[in-house]
Every structure is written in structure tokens, then in C-alpha cells.
């Protein structure tokens, strides 16, 4: 009967509320979230408890702070850039605008990504390291993939992997900028044509850039 009682205990302090496998993903998804609407200055622990539907002391067990939590959303929904291999670097550069305009137009990652590469300026101490790491990916895919378009004979050596990837998601995100928004749009057939158009001048550009008699490449 003892065995019986202290079984029963037992199984009474383990029992309770099951323990919530998506807390996590929801805690990181809104905390990108609510970065890309409000900024640092707008970012607190109370207002993704509330936007992911979990109590604040479930956060508080798994981030110490809010800085925590915004770092952890950050690495999870990496913004980093991984290069891209399709064979050519036509669809190379199609692959990578077409990422950049989705993540712009569809969920939190584009905003974000600009969110952090303002307030790294302003708030060096936090989110420096985040941006640096974002931006080496970046130029690592950049050189990685104009590499081998020029051992495949599609660019002239000396192209430049920064002015290439420069002209190619600044133009990608100005047209973001610059289209009209709403809660899940979609990449258009507008869209789809100006990526093409933009990665075939880049390309006619950084060619013809090469082809000059002052080239050094």
C-alpha cells in the first residue's frame, strides 16, 4: 500500500500542463515579427508573450532578456546568404533576387534585415556582430558565385562580387520599397519581369564594364 501511495505521488508532480513543443518557434517568430514592425525601440518581452500566446515567464526561462531573445530570433531566421549554384549565373542571380524580393514582400525577414542595418549604427553594442555576420554571408555567396562564373566563361575576370551584389539587391530592394504592400502578397508577374530585366543589365553591365581597354581584368 506504501508503494502504491508514493507511485500515486509521483505521478501527481510529474503530471500537469504538457509541455508546449511550438512555444519556441512562436516566441522567435513573433519576436522577428515585432522587430520588423517596431524596431528595438519597440521591443519588448510582454509584446511578443502576447503576439506568441505564451505567458512572459515562459520566455523569461528560456531568454534571460529581451536582447537575448531578439539575438536568438535573428540567428533562427537567419538572414545570412548562402551561395547559389544553378549551373549559370543568370539563374544564379534570378535565385538570389527573387529570395530578396519574397522575404521583402512576404513574412518578416526583408524588414528586419533593414531594420538591422540601421540600428547596428545605433545600437553597435547589440546588434553589430548580427550585421556583420549577415553582411560577410553576403560577400562570401557574392564571390563564391562570380567565381565560378569566370572559371564557366560567363564573366570577365576582375568582375567585382560587391558591385555586382550592391546593384543587385539594392535594385531588388528599392522596387520593394517602392511596390505597394499588404499582408501576404505575392511575388506579381511585374515583379518576376523586373527581376529578369535587372539581373540581365547587371550582367550586359559588369560585361561590358570588363570589355573597356582600362579594364584590369
Request: hydrophobic fraction near 45%; charged fraction near 25%; charge should be neutral.
Amino acid at each position: 500500500m506504501a508503494e502504491s501511495s508514493e507511485t500515486s505521488l509521483t505521478a501527481r508532480r510529474t503530471a500537469g500542463r504538457p509541455r508546449d513543443a511550438g512555444l519556441e518557434h512562436r516566441a522567435l517568430a513573433a519576436a522577428l515579427e515585432l522587430y520588423a514592425d517596431a524596431g528595438w525601440a519597440g521591443f519588448s518581452l510582454d509584446t511578443v508573450a502576447r503576439r506568441a500566446a505564451v505567458g512572459k515567464a515562459a520566455l523569461y526561462r528560456r531568454w534571460k532578456n529581451k536582447e537575448e531573445l531578439l539575438l536568438a530570433a535573428l540567428d533562427a531566421y537567419s538572414l545570412t546568404v548562402e551561395p547559389i549554384d544553378t549551373g549559370n549565373i543568370r539563374d544564379d542571380l534570378l535565385a538570389v533576387a527573387r529570395a530578396v524580393l519574397t522575404s521583402y514582400l512576404r513574412g518578416s525577414a526583408g524588414l528586419a534585415g533593414l531594420r538591422l542595418f540601421v540600428e547596428a549604427r545605433t545600437q553597435p553594442e547589440l546588434l553589430a556582430k548580427s550585421w556583420d555576420e549577415v553582411n560577410s554571408s553576403r560577400v562570401r555567396a557574392a564571390r563564391t558565385m562570380v567565381r565560378r562564373a569566370v572559371e564557366r566563361g560567363e564573366l570577365p575576370p576582375g568582375t567585382s562580387a560587391t558591385v555586382l551584389l550592391e546593384a543587385l539587391t539594392g535594385g531588388v530592394t528599392t522596387h520593394a520599397l517602392a511596390a505597394p504592400a499588404g499582408p501576404g502578397r505575392e511575388v506579381s508577374a511585374d515583379d518576376e519581369q523586373f527581376t529578369v530585366d535587372l539581373v540581365e543589365m547587371i550582367l550586359r553591365g559588369a560585361r561590358c564594364q570588363c570589355a573597356r581597354p582600362d579594364c584590369t581584368g
